[in-house]
């Protein structure tokens, strides 16, 4: 089951003041950028965050799963929880980069 667009928007509005927010649809799925950095994978309507030692004590407690086939195992992050989502974007921010910029191909 693919997420829906009332789903991520959702997502997007429960951290709305955490950054600059906004989604791109990746292969079917979403990630969604804060101030530009890819902060929060969404699968199947599921937040996944990557396993970091800076979300140790935040996530703790946190179900663990796949957001899909062949990828490494990530917390989920319940994003009804907005102090804890807030908690999470402010521990990822400062150890995120930023994306690099893509190489435009070259036409001879």
């Known amino acids: 089951m693919a997420t829906t667009v009332d789903f991520i928007e959702y997502v997007c509005g429960q951290i709305e003041g955490a950054g600059a927010v906004r989604y791109k649809k990746m292969f079917g799925e979403y990630m969604v950028y804060v101030d530009d950095k890819p902060i929060l994978l969404v699968c199947d309507n599921t937040v996944f965050v990557k396993i970091l030692p800076c979300l140790e004590g935040l996530m703790a407690e946190a ?41 435009k191909g070259v036409n001879s």
């Open 63 to 103: 179900d663990k799963g796949y957001p899909y086939d062949g990828a490494k195992e990530h917390c989920v992050l319940d994003v009804d929880d907005r102090e804890l989502a807030f908690a999470v974007i402010a521990a990822l921010l400062p150890v995120t980069p930023l994306p690099k910029p893509r190489k």
